[in-house]
């Protein structure tokens, strides 16, 4: 069964407030109002997160919002000058994501490289 990351998401999140609703009730009428209002305000933080994107589908639209400020350099046109241009331009993360993108290497290695890039040209 081939589950994508969304469904798996939501049908945790509709377990989750089903057993906390069920948690309500008992406490409810047990007499612990204490608890259905832990067990309510669960719920209702739960359900929030119903919509909420997947973090890379938020870094893609950030990414996307630099490519239209120029600022991020465009799909395989990318080069160490655009790293220390991200890095310049306050975007060390994405200077460091971009370094790891185009060379292959693991974050403690981009992070060193990026910031031995931006040493050497101050």
Known sequence: MNVDYLTL????IVFISGVSLLGAVLAFYSGDMSTVSFNLILITLQLSQWNAPHPA???EKK???LRA???YPQ???ETDADVYNLYR???R????KLYMDMH????????AEVERMAAVAR
């Open 93 to 96: 993360i994405f200077a460091i």
């Open 57 to 59: 589908e938020v870094y």
């Open 104 to 111: 292959g290497v693991g974050l403690k290695e981009a992070k």
């Open 69 to 71: 400020k120029g600022i």
């Open 89 to 91: 331009n306050k975007r």
């Open 9 to 12: 998401r939501k049908r945790l």
């Open 63 to 65: 990414v996307a919002v």
């Open 75 to 77: 799909a395989g046109e």
